[in-house]
């Protein structure tokens, strides 16, 4: 029976004794199958990191697993599809499957894309000083994908340092935590 009420009607033919007369009783009845005649999979939790210099992720993942129960034709749709660019973050993904019959079923699993690269520092026209008195300086950049949140240094570009070796140290760190040194 196709899921939802069927009508059955049953006629009953008989005869008590070859005497009597042949008889016919008619009797109807419903039947209800209830359910959905399909079962849906979503694939687990995703974690992944960044793709190399940015703040987000293309994800693929698999599709939702259907199992059919009865012979029906569903239809799959999703919010995301597989190999889209994912923010660092957590993202939702769902899936639903839905048949001619309108049975729905709906299931989700969650992808997080971690930012797992430090911010980049590049020191570039530092000037060595050979005479004392004279202030070093360098040009600094620095950047990260996701964003710098921090940058600290133990002496400032323009700085007059005695003679002698100074080990200029910069911190850099970035909105996930992930610190960087030079």
């Not at 210099?53 to 599709?63: L, Q, Y």
């Not at 003679?163 to 850099?172: D, K, M, Q």
Request: proline share 4%.
């Amino acid at each position: 029976f196709p899921i939802g009420f069927s009508t059955i009607t049953r006629t009953i033919v008989y005869q008590l004794s070859d005497d009597l007369p042949i008889m016919q009783t008619t009797c109807t009845f419903e039947v209800e199958v209830s359910g959905v005649p399909f079962s849906i999979t979503c694939p687990n939790d995703t974690l992944i990191n960044t793709d190399v210099g940015e703040c987000r992720a293309i994800v693929s993942f698999a599709p939702v697993e259907v199992d059919l129960h009865c012979n029906v034709i569903v239809t799959t749709s999703s919010n995301v599809e597989s190999g889209s660019l994912f923010n660092v973050g957590q993202t939702t993904v769902e899936y639903t499957v839905s048949d001619i019959n309108n049975h729905q079923l709906t299931c989700s699993f969650i992808v997080t894309v971690v930012d797992q690269e430090g911010p980049v520092i590049e020191v570039t026209d530092l000037v060595n000083v050979v005479c004392e008195g004279l202030p070093a300086t360098w040009e600094e950049n620095i950047y990260d994908a996701c964003g710098v949140v921090r940058v600290t240094r133990n002496y400032e570009s323009g700085t007059v340092f005695s003679l002698g070796v100074t080990t200029i140290v910069i911190e850099a760190e970035d909105l996930s935590g992930n610190i960087s040194t030079y």
